[in-house]
Every structure is written in C-alpha cells, then in structure tokens.
C-alpha cells in the first residue's frame, strides 16, 4: 500500500489522493450529465491514480499517462 512505504512521504500520499479524488468527482459530474465519454476517461484517470492499489510504472513511462490526465482535466474545466 502506498502510505505504508517508507519511500513515499505526506505529499505524495496527498497528492495521490487529491488526483484520485478529482478524477472520482468529475466522473460523477459527467455521469449526471450523461456524458459517459468523459465519465469513462476519469474513471480510468482514477483507477490508474488510485492511492490504495496503486499501479507502480517506471517514472518515464508513466509520465505520458500523467500529462494525458493533467490534459484532460484542463480541458474538462474549459468544457
């Protein structure tokens, strides 16, 4: 589990919660308004975020996956 390594410290155990907490309301919100595209997108943005399982991917890989989120949670916030 993430808050249990000795590698990981507050921040980035907060940081994992706040993306994965985002990504959880915005798929709500897109759910309510029968958007189920962005709903699908931001419950695979929470499942690749998610801060109790998380999915460990070595740093380059897993920096397109990051700015592909940060992406679409721009662009959600524009939509």
């Known amino acids: ?18 993306v994965w907490a985002g990504a959880i309301v915005v798929f709500v919100q897109a759910v309510g308004t029968g958007n ?3 709903a699908a997108t ?13 999915i460990m991917l070595p740093r380059n890989v897993f920096l397109w996956p990051d700015l592909a989120c940060l992406a679409m949670f721009l662009v959600s916030l524009a939509v």
């Not at 589990?1 to 706040?18: C, E, K, N």
């Not at 931001?42 to 998380?54: D, H, I, K, M």
């Open 36 to 38: 189920y595209v962005w």
């Open 1 to 18: 589990m993430l808050w249990r390594s000795s590698s990981s410290d507050y921040r980035t155990v907060l940081a994992a919660f706040v």
């Open 42 to 54: 931001f419950l695979a943005a929470g499942a690749l975020f998610n801060p109790v399982l998380p």
